[in-house]
């Protein structure tokens, strides 16, 4: 009688391991997950001109349509690499295709999609530039010399003067008063605009401004206006030549006369300042006395409500002592305070409530003066040493790396578990 193989009421093949149930409630979770995307994207498609209506509203303008746009997108996007990855761990789950070339295949296939996708959205996002559009002219050397004592604001942010913003300023770490991009402007940096946009010399003071980047026509408008025409001297005038990425600075001369021009405030307002007078005052209060004709910067600073608590009674006015900087780096400051009395150290510098000080190593709450800025009290006179540092709350940080390690550990007890697995074997009877 013959013998006959046949295979215990499955075909599948020889050593081919199981398929845990773990595996396969993982698989149903990503395409439950993509589901989830794919409607939450057709629901946003369905209210997209509701939402843009709304946000054109609520002050983003023509930006708003944009932004909702690429929302939808992004949710499709999420939605079908999700769905999409589903479908390759369903197929690479299958007993039948494991360990043939087909799983591999399919594998590999997983892989370059992921891939792709990631060089797809990196366009998106980075974008090389030669060396050479940081290279160091004029007008860079006469504003780096003066930081981070001052900063510099351009009168205009159209053409070059936005490149420099965006990408030359940051490379040599220079501080402008300008911003980069702010198509909603915050509420405080709104109020505070309207309140002193009438006293542009006064607004620039406060903000400790050293240096003027402008086109030359507003030399002319400068020397029109009594308040401000010997504020400023020329320092530097140049045309400006296009380069392969950005612009090549030219110095003037008789025959090319300068189209923009350098200009400095032959008092520029210290960007660290004792001063021996404050007082307490509601937001509508502070912008009124600021923005009134007669109001004299430095003389006092004015404390908010809030974070007025605590403060003796002022023994003066005016700039008292010296402040020195010690060290300093973005988010951090160090500096030598000689105070003969009692005095409150503004620093302009925009405040938030995640910056710490420390006064002689004795933590110091941070106020909010002049509406915007910074101050901390020096309690008493003689030597101190002030440290300022950005001190944000970390848990959101802390929650990715527990995340990141979450997700490592799995991938680590998965492929030792794979190892360690026994294989599962079908038997074959013999007949």
């Excluded at 773990?22 to 979770?29: C, L, P, T």
Aim: glycine fraction near 8%.
């Amino acid at each position: 009688m013959k013998q006959h193989k046949q295979l215990d009421a499955t075909s599948i093949p020889p050593n081919i391991p199981l398929t845990p149930g773990w595996i396969r409630n993982f698989v149903a979770g990503v395409f439950v997950l993509g589901g989830i995307l794919a409607i939450w994207a057709l629901m946003q498609t369905g209210s997209s001109d509701e939402d843009t209506a709304r946000m054109s509203a609520l002050g983003w303008g023509t930006y708003a349509a944009t932004i909702v746009g690429n929302k939808t997108t992004a949710l499709w996007h999420a939605a079908l690499m999700t769905l999409g990855a589903g479908v390759f761990l369903w197929i690479l789950t299958l007993p039948r295709w494991q360990g043939r070339a087909a799983g591999r295949i399919c594998a590999w296939a997983l892989v370059l999609v992921v891939a792709g996708d990631a060089l797809w959205l990196s366009r998106h996002y980075i974008k090389t530039m030669p060396m050479s559009v940081f290279d160091e002219n004029e007008v860079i050397r006469i504003i780096k010399s003066d930081m981070p004592e001052h900063r510099v604001v351009m009168v205009t942010q159209d053409g070059f003067y936005n490149f420099w913003l965006t990408y030359v300023f940051p490379y040599y770490h220079i501080l402008s008063l300008n911003v980069t991009q702010m198509p909603r402007m915050p509420v405080d940096y709104q109020r505070y605009m309207e309140a002193l946009g009438r006293h542009t010399l006064r607004y620039w003071q406060l903000s400790a401004v050293g240096f003027v980047l402008a086109p030359a026509t507003v030399w002319t408008q400068i020397q029109n206006d009594p308040a401000m025409k010997d504020a400023f001297d020329i320092i530097f005038a140049y045309n400006v030549a296009q380069a392969e990425m950005g612009v090549k600075v030219v110095p003037a001369t008789p025959a090319a006369p300068g189209q923009h021009v350098v200009l400095r405030l032959k008092m520029p307002a210290p960007r660290f300042a004792l001063i021996a007078g404050w007082q307490n005052a509601g937001d509508d209060e502070a912008l009124r006395q600021m923005a009134s004709s007669d109001y004299v910067p430095f003389q006092k600073v004015l404390v908010a409500a809030e974070t007025a608590g605590g403060l003796p009674e002022p023994t003066g006015a005016g700039i008292v002592g010296q402040v020195q900087m010690a060290e300093y780096r973005p988010g951090y400051m160090k500096l030598k305070v000689s105070a003969d009395r009692p005095a409150i150290l503004r620093v302009s510098e925009k405040y938030d409530r995640d910056w710490r000080a420390w006064v002689d190593q004795q933590s110091v709450p941070v106020r909010r003066v002049d509406f915007i800025c910074q101050g901390i009290l020096i309690p008493s006179p003689g030597l101190h040493e002030v440290v300022l540092k950005y001190a944000p709350d970390k848990r959101q940080l802390i929650w990715q790396w527990i995340g990141i390690l979450l997700c490592l550990g799995a991938g680590i007890t998965l492929i030792v578990k794979s190892r360690k697995r026994p294989v599962t074997q079908v038997k074959i009877r013999n007949r």
